[in-house]
């Protein structure tokens, strides 16, 4: 049913006279009179009987009015349900417990009227897919691909450089220490079962690893997050790196400890990603957000793959 032919009718029956709809439409009488035929014919039904005193409904014409209202307020709630800045944000951050993960409720402390969808994709090359058509609004993701190799009307900036931990049990050597740096660590076993070959925290770990001559194990399977604390937490000699904004919970009893990397500090460099071409407001607004707390890249004190120390723009200040 074309739903142009359905506005007329409307407008015919509440101003009672095509020449005054003709008028509230913004179209001719001539097309206002061959839409509602052609809706009759569609119909098989007369819908007006023309008076000296303008149109009237037909039992038909009375019987369609309350449907045709309600397609015209269906056909409104649906086009408003994706105008830009009226359905939620939807925003990819890799791991409910991952610092994207804390940025975007940091922005949304801030910006509380905001409604947002939180997914969880499995790596870049998925995220920057599902960017590209369109089935999320922006993701957090290391981005490895040389500057000019995303897709055309993709576009990134670095938005967090988030510090490398090394967390260990009570009874590991370093547990007692404040600070070690990343070369104190040659010989020592580096436990990462969820490391998966071809994505980008897996490209991360392999260039932090052959920078420093670490030993990192990825050798399986990966049981999830409480296998590991509980492993990590009765060995003397094994240890995993964990993101310092990365949110851990574990029993009191297992006493595991969060320990600093320093000269240099390595960083895992999260930035988020979106379509130039997409108007949706709170899209602008996280920009913003995340531009006014961006991190400075200059800092010789950290480490970063080469991949990650490219020159980002950053987030315009105004619009898309």
């Not at 142009?4 to 439409?25: E, I």
């Not at 359905?87 to 990819?92: S, T, Y």
């Not at 999260?270 to 200059?298: C, E, F, K, M, V």
Request: aromatic share 6%; charged share 20%; net charge neutral.
């Amino acid at each position: 049913m074309d739903l142009d032919a359905v506005r007329t009718f409307v407008a015919v029956a509440d101003a009672g006279h095509f020449q005054r709809a003709a008028a509230d439409l913004s179209i001719t009488q001539q097309a206002v009179s061959k839409r509602i035929a052609a809706l009759e014919k569609d119909l098989g039904v007369r819908l007006f009987t023309r008076t000296a005193r303008g149109s009237q409904l037909t039992i038909d014409g009375r019987a369609l009015l309350p449907h045709a209202r309600h397609l015209l307020q269906v056909e409104e709630r649906a086009a408003a349900s994706v105008r830009p800045g009226r359905r939620a944000l939807r925003v990819d951050v890799i791991g409910r417990r991952l610092a994207p993960a804390g940025l975007l409720r940091a922005f949304h402390r801030a910006h509380p009227e905001t409604e947002l969808d939180v997914v969880t994709l499995f790596d870049a090359d998925t995220a920057i897919a599902a960017v590209r058509c369109g089935t999320i609004d922006a993701s957090f993701r290391a981005v490895t691909l040389p500057d000019g190799q995303l897709p055309d009307g993709i576009e990134a900036v670095r938005v967090l450089d988030e510090p490398v931990q090394l967390l260990t049990g009570p009874a590991h050597e370093f547990a007692a220490a404040r600070a070690v740096t990343p070369v104190q660590l040659i010989g020592h076993r580096i436990w990462m079962p969820g490391i998966v070959t071809g994505t980008e925290w897996a490209a991360y770990y392999e260039e932090l690893a052959a920078a420093f001559g670490l030993t990192i194990d990825a050798i399986g399977p990966n049981f999830g997050t409480e296998p590991l604390l509980d492993a990590i937490a009765d060995s003397s000699t094994l240890a995993t790196f964990v993101g310092e904004y990365t949110r851990l919970l574990w029993p009191a009893g297992y006493d595991l400890r969060r320990i600093s990397l320093h000269a240099p500090t390595p960083v895992y460099p999260h930035s988020l990603i979106w379509r130039s071409d997409n108007p949706h407001s709170a899209l602008t607004a996280l920009r913003n957000y995340l531009g006014s707390t961006q991190p400075d890249h200059l800092d010789t004190r950290t480490w970063t793959p080469k991949w990650a120390q490219r020159s980002t723009p950053s987030p315009p200040s105004g619009s898309n």
